[in-house]
């Protein structure tokens, strides 16, 4: 069964650091580019971060450019995200998803094939 899963999430203060992670299972991440997405409420699904299936190059929207890291552990079948300096306005559900391409770059425009059932973030005092 295939299966993207993921965790990290909660409540943190603004200024404050989160790690998401996405889990794979039934399928191998080598031969996959992962994106991270994210949608707050009344607002439309938007592509936050991605790395490639190759070379490990990444993309971020100028948002969380600074902010976000992505990072890609194949040996553990794992993505992770890591968040520092969290603002209100990142307060999201994230979605990790899996596009399969061999490439040395990604976009989070792509029609990714798997998707996780998300973890919230909440940003707030």
């Known amino acids: 069964q295939v299966q993207l899963v993921e965790s990290g999430g909660g409540l943190v203060q603004p200024g404050g650091s989160l790690r998401l992670s996405c889990a794979a299972s039934?399928?191998?991440?080598?031969?996959?580019?992962i994106g991270w997405f994210r949608q707050a409420p009344g607002k439309e699904r938007e592509g936050v971060a991605c790395?490639?299936?190759?070379?490990?190059?990444?993309y971020d929207v100028d948002s969380v450019k600074g902010r976000f890291t992505i990072s890609r552990d194949n040996a553990k079948n794992k993505v992770y995200m890591q968040m520092n300096s969290l603002k209100p306005e990142d307060t999201a559900v994230y979605y990790c998803?899996?596009?399969?391409?061999?490439?040395?770059?990604?976009?989070?425009?792509?029609?990714?094939?798997?998707w996780g059932q998300g973890t919230q973030v909440t940003v707030s005092s």
């Open positions: 998803a899996a596009e399969k391409i061999r490439n040395r770059f990604c976009s989070v425009n792509w029609e990714y094939d798997y």
């Open positions: 790395i490639s299936s190759i070379g490990g190059s990444t």
């Open positions: 039934g399928f191998t991440l080598d031969y996959y580019a």
